[in-house]
């Protein structure tokens, strides 16, 4: 499997999820979220296979969210609207994001990350 991890290297949930991939010898492909932010279609994709709510793939406690003004703007938004956004600012994404074949996994939870990899 494939796995692509999209991380913040000075955010420290973002270090906790990396260390937990390398202390468990799981490969992948890293990508600086900010420096490389996926496109708008990728984030479709991963939306679609989170089977999340568009609101949960904004990074919620963020700065740029705050200054923004999300909070209430995110009701009112399509989800083109929503996802075009997200992609315009790797900052405003929840992270990190765990993108496999089949499945797309927002934030780090050490037992989600166990029951998907670790099977």
């Known amino acids: ?14 270090r906790k999820a990396k260390k937990w991939l390398d202390e468990h010898d799981i490969a992948y492909e890293a990508v600086h979220i900010v420096e490389n932010p996926p496109s708008k279609a990728l984030l479709k994709d991963f939306y679609e296979q989170s089977g999340l709510p568009i609101k949960r793939l904004f990074n919620t406690s963020g ?17 083109e609207e929503a996802l075009e956004l997200l992609a315009s600012d790797g900052m405003l994404i929840k992270r990190p994001i765990l993108a ?6 927002f934030g780090f939870k050490e037992d989600a990350y166990e029951k998907l990899l670790k099977k």
Not at 4 to 13: A, E, M, R, S, V
Not at 63 to 79: A, H, W
Not at 100 to 105: E, L, N, Q
């Open 100 to 105: 496999g074949d089949a499945f797309a996994m």
């Open 1 to 14: 499997m494939a796995l692509t991890f999209y991380w913040y290297p000075k955010c420290g949930t973002c």
């Open 63 to 79: 700065q740029k969210y705050r200054e923004l003004g999300l909070k209430d703007k995110i009701p009112e938004m399509s989800e």
